[in-house]
Every structure is written in C-alpha cells, then in structure tokens.
C-alpha cells in the first residue's frame, strides 16, 4: 500500500459496506459442472458469512455436492455514482452445514430473527432449510476505479491495495 491508503481505513470501509446490505448474489457450480447465480439473505458473525437455504434451491442442492462458492456483496445502482465502477466485495470460499442441534445454530438463527424480523419463525421449522457457514478463503474489495484491494488472511483482515500492472 502506499502512504496515503491507510488499510486500517479501508478494513473500516470494507466492513461498513458488507455490513449495510442484507442479501448477497451467490454464485456455485451445478452437477454439470455449469456456472448457477443466486441470491439470499445473509447475516456475518465474527468471522463467517451464514445462509439460511432450503434444499429446493438449486443453489443448496449444488453446495450439498460442493461445498466452493463464490459471493457478490455489490452497491446499488441507485447508489452507484458510476455503474462502471459499483462498490463490491467478491469472495471465495467453502461452505460447512450446521446442525440444528448445535448451539451454534440456534444462536445464529437468533440472530437472523433480530435482522430479518418474526419471518425467521415461519421458515424456521421448515425441515428443508438449512444453516450454512460460508467461510471465506479470499477475496476482493473494490471501492471504485484504481482502488482495488486483496484481501486474505485470518477474517479476510490482510488487506493490499492491486496496482494497475496486477501486482
């Protein structure tokens, strides 16, 4: 990075921003080896993103057989002041299905409640939806033109800025 990006800043930024939306464009990969995109609505606890799918999503039925997926956090067009250039966060990473009777998913689906309201109670029985915590490997956030940043590392907290010849 060079001095004038500060990447404490921009760790600021890039949570700010993945924290203000509530649904994600997910991307996985059918039997056939084809490319599916989707959309559901998210919730980040420490260190992970979680799903709340159900298996007659071809989404779910796809992590069920592999557990790589992508995510696409993206600003809106109405809030783009240039399309070409739309603040987003693209992430790689692996999914892990949680049981329900962990503790771990009740205190998760608590938490879903208190961002996506009492519809939480009307899915939540459903015996075909399930928990999945996303972790992400690697990924990148893009703030505009020039301004786009790697991120690894333990809570994708390693940021470096990518120069224009790609290094």
């Not at 956030?141 to 800025?161: C, M, P, V, W």
Request: glycine share 6%; charged share 25%; with cysteine.
């Amino acid at each position: 990075m060079t001095d004038e990006q500060d990447p404490k800043q921009i760790l600021r930024e890039f949570l700010a921003f993945r924290d203000s939306l509530k649904t994600v464009h997910i991307a996985t990969q059918s039997p056939d080896g084809l490319p599916e995109s989707s959309y559901a609505p998210y919730l980040w606890f420490e260190q992970s993103c979680y799903l709340y799918l159900s298996d007659l999503a071809k989404h779910a039925i796809n992590l069920n057989l592999d557990p790589n997926i992508g995510l696409l956090f993206i600003e809106s067009e109405e809030n783009s002041q240039n399309l070409f250039a739309r603040r987003r966060i693209i992430l790689q990473g692996t999914v892990l299905k949680i049981d329900r009777e962990k503790e771990l998913f009740q205190q998760i689906m608590a938490q879903f409640r208190l961002r996506f309201g009492s519809f939480i109670d009307v899915i939540e029985p459903l015996q075909d939806f399930h928990l999945f915590q996303v972790n992400p490997r690697s990924g990148r956030f893009i703030l505009g033109f020039a301004q786009a940043y790697e991120l690894s590392g333990e809570g994708l907290s390693e940021i470096r800025h990518i120069n224009p010849d790609g290094r």
